[in-house]
């Protein structure tokens, strides 16, 4: 099995920037591909970023592209997300998810079979 646990959330000013790291454990072999989602409360898990194992290419959302870049480390078994002028509207729990098998499609939620338990990100004054 695949274990994900994130690190790096925390409270930052709006304009601020943070950087969340999540570290796969187990039988990372199997993986596919890496997401970031977030959900704030009261909304539906949103998709933020996302990278092929394999791959280099990365996927954004519109509404963090400019500001957020993902990055992988085969080596350490882990993905990063580098969060930059942080908006209020950034504000949620942001989750780091496995895809096990393949799919054309990485950004879809529904594709992503584990994921990590969360950690906070606070963008306020």
């Known amino acids: 099995q695949v274990q994900l646990v994130e690190s790096g959330g925390g409270l930052v000013q709006p304009g601020g920037s943070l950087r969340l790291s999540c570290a796969a454990s187990g039988r990372t072999w199997s993986i596919y591909a890496m997401g970031w989602f977030r959900q704030a409360p009261g909304m539906q898990r949103e998709f933020v970023a996302a990278i092929r194992w394999s791959g280099d290419y990365t996927y954004y959302a519109d509404s963090v592209k400019g500001r957020f870049t993902m990055s992988r480390d085969n080596a350490k078994n882990t993905v990063s997300l580098q969060m930059n002028s942080l908006k209020p509207e950034d504000t949620a729990v942001y989750y780091c998810?496995?895809?096990?098998?393949?799919?054309?499609?990485?950004?879809?939620?529904?594709?992503?079979?584990?994921w990590g338990q969360g950690t906070q990100v606070t963008v306020s004054s």
């Open positions: 998810a496995a895809q096990f098998g393949y799919s054309q499609d990485i950004t879809s939620r529904p594709n992503y079979d584990r």
